[in-house]
C-alpha cells in the first residue's frame, strides 16, 4: 500500500541516524554473543553486564582524569584512556566469568552454562546496584556538542564519533577473524573443536580469546553507550544485552557478519521503522513501543527463520 | 542452541510475553474516566481490632523509595515521619517507624505492603509513589489498615478502575487533577506556549500527569502536537528528541520523575537550546540540578502544594533542619508527610484504649478518626472528603525555575 | 627404540570398552596398518593415541616420551599428526586456510611445504580459495593428508583414507602414502581396504573386538588363510 510520508526529509535523516547510532552500539555488543554461541553454542547471558563494567571502568577513569573539568585537547586523550580502561576491565570480567562459570560446565547439558550464564547476569547486574546504592551516574559531560551536516543529514559529532568508531572497531575484528593465524583457529574450533585440536589448536585458549576479543568490543560500546546517553547505572546491561542477543539472532546467531548487519537492522527498525509504522492512518506507537517492535521481530524471525535474516548456508558462515 | 522442539516452545513463550507487553502498554495508556466528585461506593475494608501488649510499640509503616535513582525524594520524607513520631508516647507505648523499600514501582509497593502488614503495623505513611499506590491498595484495605501517601498525585489512587473508592487510602497531598491545570494556564498565560509536546513515564503518575494537563492546555487554547511515552530507567531519548525537534513546540512538558527527566533534559539541549522545558512535582528536587548541571538551567517546575508561609511551617522547618541536617525544600513532601504521620498519630491517641494492661486500637475506629482530621498542619490546612483527597485548603500549585544552579520561586 | 610404543592399551567410550588391552609398536620409517572389521575398534585405537580421547589405562610413548596424558594439541607439536575418519576438513574455511591450519603449529616459512603439497595433489592447487565444503569426496581426502602433511610429521595416523572412494582415486591415494613414506615420515594406517593396506604395509596388525589376534610383515599375513578368508573375501 503507498502511502504518502508526511514528515519532512530532515526528520527521517536524522531518525535514520539515530537508528544507525543504536545499531551501532547492538553491533558492537552482538558481536560478543554471535562469536561465544560460535564456538560453544552457548549463550552468554552475562555479555550485557561485561558492557555494563566496561562502561563503569570508562567512567571511573574519566572521572579519575578530571571528569567536567576536561577541555581542550586533552579530552580527545582521556576518551582514549577511558576505552583503554573499559576494555580492559570487560576484558579482565570475561576471562574470569569464562575461567569460573563456563569453563567447568564445558561438556555438561546446555542448560546449565546457560543457567550459569543467567545466574552470573544477575550477581554481576546486583553487585554494581548494591556498589552504587542502584543510583544511576552521569557521564562527564565533555564530548564537543555540535553537528556537522550534508544535505538533508545532520549528523551530531558524538553520533558520528559513535558510529565511525564502532565501525573501525568492527573491521578490526573482522580482519583479525579473516586475516590472521588466531581468527583461523577460531573459526575452525566454531566448526568442529576435536578436528582444531588436531591441526595443534589449544581449544582452551582459543575459546578464551573469543571471549577476550567479544569483551573488547562490548568495553568499546560501554564508553561510547556513556558518553553518548550519559546515564549509566548497574542495570543498564540487561535491555541492550537482549537487543544485541536479538541482533544476533536476526543475522543468525553464530555468524559475525549476521550480527553486525543485524545490530543496524533492529537499530533502524526501533526508529525508522516505528516512524514508518505510524505512518499508516490510524497507528500511533509511542516510543514506549520500541521494545515491543524489537521483540516481535525476534519472535517472528525465531518462528519463520530460526537461521537468521540472512540465513546463508552453514558452509560459507564466517 | 534448541534442539527443533525446544526452540518453538522457547518462540511461543517469547510470542506470549511480547503479547503481554502489548496488552500491557495499550491497558495502561488511557484513562476513562476524569470526571470528579460523584457518588463514592466503598468497596468493604477487612476491619479489625488489634491489641499491642505492654511495654510494646505502636508499629507505624512507611512505604517508599529508599535506594535506586529516587532515594533522594524517599529518604527525606522517612526522616520527617520519624521526626513526627519522635518521643510520642499514647498511654506508655512509644511509637515504632518501620520503613520498607519500596523502590517506587507497583512490585515494590506491594512486596512492601505484605511485609508491612506481617510486622503488624496499625497504619501506614505511605507508599510514596503513584504507581506503588496502585499496587498496594488492594492488600491494605483488605487488611483493614490505613495509609496516608503525602506524595502520590496521581489521578487514579482517589479513582480507581474498579469504580469503588479505597476506603483506607487518604493523602496530605493535591491531585495531580490540581497541578495539570495550574501547569496549563502557566504554560499558556505566563509562558505564552501555543503549542506543546508531551513526554511521559508510562506508570500511574506519568499518564495521570499527562491526562490531566493535556485536557486542561486544549481547554485553555493550547495544542498538543505530539506526546510520547517512556520506561523508568530508560535512558535513549533520542529518538524522542528528534520527533520534537520535527514538531517545533513552543515548550516541552515533562511528566515523569528527575531519573528520567535528567538524561532527557541533556539530549535535548544537545540538539534544542531554547525549547522550554516544563515538568512537575517528580523533578523539582536537587538531583535534577546535580545531574543535568548546565542543562537544567531555566527549566521551568511546579509543585502541588502550599506556598509554605504558615507558622506551622516555619516551626516544622527550623526543627527538621536541626534535626536531619537537610534543608527543608531540598526535596518536596517531607512537611507533608510529616502532616500525614501526625494525622494518624493524634487520631491514635484518640482510639486507644487500655484494656486488661493491652493497648487495644479498633482499626475501624482509627479509620474514622483520620478522615474526621481537621489540622493547621506544617503543609497548609488538612481536611479529607470521601475519596480520601486532601480539601482543606485552596492551594495554589507553586511554580519554580532553576536559575544559577537553583530553584528560584517564581511569583505569581 | 620404536618411534611410537603402545602397551597394554585400553580405551573405549561411556560404558563400553572398544580396545581392551593392545599393544603395538611403530618404527621409524615404517607403514604399519591396523586392519579389521567394522567396530573391531581401530579408530578408538587411533583416538587414544592422538589424545582424542583419553585411554583408560595403559601407556602410549612417542619418541621416548609419554604421551597418554596429554592433550591432542601438545600432541601435535610433538610431531604425531593424525587424518581422523571422515577427514576432518574444515568446511566454512578455503582449501588454502585449511592447509595454513594444518601448519598451526609452524611458526617458520611454508612456501616449501605448500609446493610439495601442490606436488602431490596438483587438483588443490586450482581450488585455493574455495571453501573446503564445496570439494569432492576425494579431493576432501587429498586436502586431509596434505594438510596433515604441512605440520611436517615424524608420524601421520591415516584413519580409512580409502573410504567412499572410487578405485582410481583408491590407487591415487595409496601411491601418495607411499610417496610420503619416501620423503622420510612413518605411517600407522587404519584401513577396511585390508589388501591394498597389507600390499603397501612394511608390518601390519589384525584387530578383533578390540583385541590383537594376529602379527606379522604384511607379506606374512597376506599369505595367512584366516586374513585371507576374514578381510580378502576369499573362502
Known amino acids: ?318 | 542452541m534448541f534442539g527443533r522442539k525446544g526452540r518453538s516452545r522457547f518462540a511461543w513463550l517469547l510470542l506470549a510475553a511480547s503479547f503481554a507487553m502489548v496488552l500491557a502498554a495499550a491497558c495502561g495508556g488511557d484513562d476513562d474516566d476524569s470526571g470528579s466528585g460523584g457518588d463514592v461506593t466503598y468497596g468493604k475494608a477487612g476491619f479489625k481490632t488489634v491489641e499491642i501488649a505492654a511495654g510494646q510499640p505502636i508499629k507505624i509503616g512507611y512505604s517508599g523509595p529508599l535506594s535506586g535513582d529516587l532515594k533522594g525524594i524517599g529518604e527525606p520524607i522517612l526522616k520527617a515521619i520519624e521526626l513526627a513520631a519522635k518521643d510520642k508516647t499514647i498511654k506508655g507505648h512509644s511509637i515504632q517507624i518501620v520503613a520498607k523499600d519500596d523502590l517506587c514501582s507497583a512490585d515494590g509497593g506491594a512486596s512492601a505492603a505484605t511485609q508491612l502488614l506481617q510486622e503488624g503495623v496499625v497504619a501506614v505513611v505511605g507508599p510514596i509513589c503513584s504507581g506503588a499506590v496502585v499496587a498496594a491498595q488492594p492488600q491494605y484495605e483488605q487488611a483493614g489498615i490505613t495509609h496516608v501517601s503525602p506524595s502520590s498525585t496521581a489521578h487514579k489512587p482517589t479513582y480507581p478502575d474498579r469504580g469503588q473508592v479505597f476506603e483506607t487510602f487518604l493523602r496530605t497531598t493535591y491531585s495531580d487533577d490540581i497541578q495539570g491545570p495550574a501547569q496549563a494556564k502557566f504554560a499558556i498565560q505566563t509562558l505564552g506556549a501555543k503549542t506543546a509536546y508531551v513526554v511521559y513515564d508510562t506508570d500511574a503518575y506519568g499518564t495521570g500527569l499527562r491526562d490531566a494537563f493535556t485536557k486542561a492546555y486544549e481547554k485553555e487554547g493550547g495544542k498538543v502536537v505530539g506526546s510520547e511515552g517512556f520506561e523508568k530507567k530508560q535512558t535513549d531519548f533520542k529518538a524522542i528528541v528528534t520527533n520534537i525537534k520535527n514538531a517545533k513546540p513552543d515548550l516541552v512538558y515533562f511528566a515523569g520523575f528527575y531519573s528520567e527527566a535528567t538524561p532527557f533534559i541533556k539530549q535535548l539541549r544537545a540538539e534544542m537550546k531554547d525549547v522550554k522545558f516544563l515538568a512537575g512535582d517528580g523533578v523539582k528536587n536537587d538531583e535534577f540540578i546535580k545531574g543535568a548541571g548546565a542543562d537544567a538551567e531555566g527549566a521551568y517546575l511546579s509543585l502541588p502544594s502550599p506556598v509554605y508561609t504558615g507558622e506551622a511551617y516555619k516551626t516544622f522547618g527550623d526543627l527538621f533542619e536541626k534535626e536531619t541536617g537537610i534543608k527543608r525544600d531540598a526535596s518536596p513532601f517531607v512537611a507533608e508527610a510529616y502532616d500525614a504521620a501526625t494525622v494518624i498519630i493524634r487520631a491514635l491517641e484518640k482510639v486507644a484504649q487500655e484494656k486488661d494492661g493491652k493497648l487495644v486500637i479498633d482499626l475501624k475506629k482509627l479509620n474514622e478518626e483520620i478522615r474526621k482530621t481537621e489540622l493547621d498542619g506544617a503543609s497548609g490546612k488538612i481536611k479529607f472528603d470521601a475519596r480520601g483527597e486532601n480539601v482543606g485548603g485552596e492551594t495554589p500549585v507553586s511554580l519554580f525555575q532553576v536559575k544559577n544552579g537553583a530553584f528560584e520561586q517564581l511569583k505569581q | 627404540m620404536p618411534l611410537l610404543d603402545v602397551r597394554d592399551l585400553r580405551a573405549g567410550y561411556g560404558a563400553i570398552l572398544a580396545v581392551k588391552g593392545i599393544s603395538l609398536h611403530v618404527d621409524e620409517g615404517e607403514i604399519v596398518t591396523l586392519i579389521g572389521s567394522n567396530g573391531a575398534g581401530k579408530s578408538t585405537t587411533l583416538r587414544a593415541i592422538s589424545g582424542v580421547i583419553r585411554p583408560r589405562g595403559g601407556e602410549v610413548t612417542f619418541d621416548g616420551q609419554r604421551i597418554d596424558r596429554l592433550q591432542p594439541h601438545a600432541i601435535v607439536r610433538l610431531g604425531l599428526s593424525h587424518v581422523p575418519e571422515g577427514r576432518g576438513i574444515f568446511h566454512s574455511l578455503s582449501v588454502y586456510e585449511n592447509l595454513l591450519m594444518g601448519a598451526y603449529t609452524r611458526g617458520d616459512a611454508l612456501h616449501d611445504d605448500l609446493e610439495r603439497v601442490y606436488r602431490l595433489f596438483p587438483r588443490l592447487k586450482e581450488r585455493l580459495r574455495q571453501p573446503g565444503g564445496t570439494l569432492s569426496g576425494g579431493e576432501q581426502q587429498m586436502l586431509a593428508i596434505g594438510r596433515a602433511l604441512m605440520a611436517r610429521p615424524r608420524l601421520l595416523l591415516l584413519d580409512e583414507p580409502s573410504m567412499g572412494l572410487s578405485p582410481v582415486l583408491v590407487e591415487t591415494i595409496f601411491e601418495t602414502i607411499q610417496a610420503i613414506r619416501r620423503e622420510g615420515a612413518t605411517v600407522l594406517l587404519v584401513e577396511q581396504n585390508a589388501l591394498m593396506a597389507l600390499e603397501i604395509a612394511d608390518r601390519a596388525y589384525v584387530l578383533e573386538s578390540g583385541e590383537i589376534t594376529l602379527a606379522g610383515t604384511g607379506a606374512e599375513l597376506s599369505r595367512d588363510d584366516s586374513v585371507r578368508r576374514a578381510y580378502l573375501g576369499e573362502g
Do not use: C
Open chain 1, 1 to 318: 500500500m503507498p502511502v504518502a510520508l508526511t514528515l519532512s526529509v530532515s526528520f527521517w535523516s536524522d531518525q535514520f541516524v539515530n537508528g544507525l547510532t543504536t545499531g551501532s552500539l547492538y553491533a558492537l555488543i552482538a558481536l560478543g554473543y554471535t562469536m561465544v554461541y560460535g564456538v560453544l553454542k552457548m549463550i552468554n547471558f552475562a555479555h550485557g553486564e561485561v558492557f555494563m563494567l566496561g562502561s563503569f571502568a570508562g567512567y571511573g577513569a574519566l572521572v579519575a582524569m578530571g571528569g567536567n573539568e576536561l577541555s581542550g585537547p586533552v579530552i580527545a586523550l582521556a576518551i582514549l584512556g577511558a576505552v583503554i580502561v573499559a576494555m580492559s576491565a570487560s576484558v579482565s570480567a570475561s576471562v574470569v566469568i569464562e575461567r569460573l562459570a563456563y569453563r567447568p560446565l564445558r561438556g555438561a547439558p546446555r542448560l546449565a552454562p546457560l543457567i550459569s550464564a543467567i545466574g552470573v547476569s544477575i550477581f554481576l547486574q546486583y553487585l554494581v546496584l548494591e556498589q552504587t546504592s542502584a543510583r544511576a551516574k552521569f557521564y562527564p559531560d565533555i564530548f564537543p556538542r555540535g553537528s556537522i551536516g550534508a544535505g538533508p543529514f545532520e549528523i551530531t559529532y558524538i553520533q558520528l564519533f559513535l558510529i565511525a568508531s564502532s565501525v573501525a572497531m568492527m573491521a578490526l575484528l573482522y580482519a583479525v577473524i579473516q586475516r590472521t593465524r588466531l581468527g583461523r583457529a577460531i573459526r575452525a574450533v566454531a566448526e568442529n573443536p576435536t578436528n582444531a585440536s588436531l591441526m595443534g589448536v589449544d581449544v582452551n585458549r582459543t575459546i578464551v580469546f573469543v571471549f577476550i576479543l567479544g569483551a573488547a568490543m562490548a568495553g568499546v560500546a560501554g564508553v561510547l553507550y556513556g558518553l553518548f546517553f550519559q546515564t549509566i547505572r548497574g542495570s543498564m546491561g540487561f535491555i541492550p544485552g537482549i537487543k544485541a542477543f536479538t541482533a544476533a539472532v536476526l543475522g543468525g546467531i553464530g555468524s559475525i557478519p549476521g550480527a553486525m548487519a543485524g545490530g543496524y537492522v533492529l537499530g533502524l527498525a526501533e526508529t525508522v521503522g516505528r516512524e514508518l509504522l505510524n505512518e499508516l492512518p490510524g497507528v500511533n506507537l509511542g516510543n514506549q513501543w520500541r521494545d515491543v517492535i524489537a521483540f516481535t521481530l525476534l519472535v517472528t524471525i525465531l518462528i519463520f527463520r530460526p537461521t537468521g535474516i540472512f540465513a546463508q548456508r552453514s558452509t560459507t558462515r564466517a
